[in-house]
Every structure is written in structure tokens, then in C-alpha cells.
Nanobody, 123 residues
């Protein structure tokens, strides 16, 4: 079993920055990929970014490319999402997730989820 705990959400003005963290514990998962998803009110949960724990390849949704950066610290078992140039449409609950499928951008392939952290971007 893998436990994931997100932190770092909050309220920020448009153009500002936030850094989300996701601390993982439980079984070793060096071969997993880690991802960030978000869900706005009334909308489906959507892929934001992912990183392969082995090799460090990263993947991004088109809507966040050039603004968000995903990174990981395998020693601390922590994944980060640096969010810059935030827009009101980035508002939502951000979830950290883990999957055994390298490079996955599909929420259906992620078996483990955190509880989510709220990000609100005001205009």
C-alpha cells in the first residue's frame, strides 16, 4: 500500500506562483510513476503532469506546459509541482497519484491517490 499526502495549496493572485509537495510512504515504489491531476468544480479530474521515478522523464498537459514543472526527490520520496504564471483557470483541487505504468497520463491507470489540496487563483 502507498500513502500520499499533498501540501502547499492556497490562494494566490493571477500571475503568482505556488509549489505543491506530495510525500509518499508505505511500500517501496521506485518503479512507479507519479502524477498530478486537478479537478475544478463541476468538471472531471484532468491530468496535469507526471514524472517517471526511473529515468525522470516528465509529461505535461498542454495547458500547463512552460508554466508548471514536476520534479522528484527519490531519497525523500517526495514529488513537487512548481506552478508559475498561475491563471484563474488553474483553480481546483490538486491530487497527487502513483501508478505502475511509466509515462501514464490517464487517471484510470493510477492506483494510489492523495486526499487533494485546494489551489485558488484569483483574477
Amino acid at each position: 500500500q502507498v500513502q500520499l499526502v499533498e501540501s502547499g495549496g492556497g490562494l494566490v493572485q493571477a500571475g503568482g506562483s505556488l509549489r505543491l509537495s506530495c510525500a509518499a510512504s508505505g511500500r517501496t515504489f521506485s518503479g512507479y510513476a507519479m502524477g498530478w491531476f486537478r479537478q475544478a468544480p463541476g468538471k472531471e479530474r484532468e491530468f496535469v503532469a507526471a514524472i517517471n521515478r526511473s529515468g525522470g522523464s516528465t509529461y505535461y498537459a498542454d495547458s500547463v506546459k512552460g508554466r508548471f514543472t514536476i520534479s522528484g526527490d527519490n531519497v525523500k520520496n517526495t514529488v513537487y509541482l512548481q506552478m508559475n504564471s498561475l491563471k484563474p483557470e488553474d483553480t481546483g483541487v490538486y491530487y497527487c497519484a502513483a501508478t505502475g505504468v511509466a509515462g501514464s497520463t490517464s487517471r484510470y491507470e493510477y492506483a494510489y491517490w492523495g486526499q487533494g489540496t485546494q489551489v485558488t487563483v484569483s483574477s
